[in-house]
């Protein structure tokens, strides 16, 4: 089993950037496809980027497609979320998320979940 631990939230003004870090413990990042997610108040939990389990594959919500890029660096057990040009509409709380055995953007195929990071812009 693995654990995942994200930081790097906090608040930027519109425009800014922050990178958001995955940790895991437990277990060697390396043998799970990983995900990141988000969610903002009253709605429901969305996708945002996934990763191959080797880092040649990434696939981005449209909404963030030019501006976010995930990665991966096995020898730290870390997952990155770069967030550019960051707008109002991103303000959420964002999830990192390992699956064991799928490449997804579905949040039900991930078994494995962080406890999330806030994320707040400011225009």
């Known amino acids: 089993q693995v654990q995942l631990v994200e930081s790097g939230g906090g608040l930027v003004q519109a425009g800014g950037s922050l990178r958001l870090s995955c940790a895991a413990s437990g277990r060697t990042l390396g043998t799970y496809f990983m995900g990141w997610f988000r969610q903002a108040p009253g709605k429901e939990r969305e996708f945002v980027a996934a990763i191959s389990r080797s880092g040649g594959r990434t696939d981005y919500a449209d909404s963030v497609k030019g501006r976010f890029t995930t990665s991966r660096d096995d020898a730290k057990n870390t997952v990155y979320l770069q967030m550019n040009s960051l707008k109002d509409e991103d303000t959420a709380v964002y999830y990192c998320?390992?699956?064991?055995?799928?490449?997804?953007?579905?949040?039900?195929?991930?078994?494995?979940w962080g406890q999330g990071t806030q994320v707040t812009v400011s225009s």
């Open positions: 998320a390992a699956s064991a055995w799928i490449y997804s953007s579905a949040p039900t195929q991930f078994n494995y």
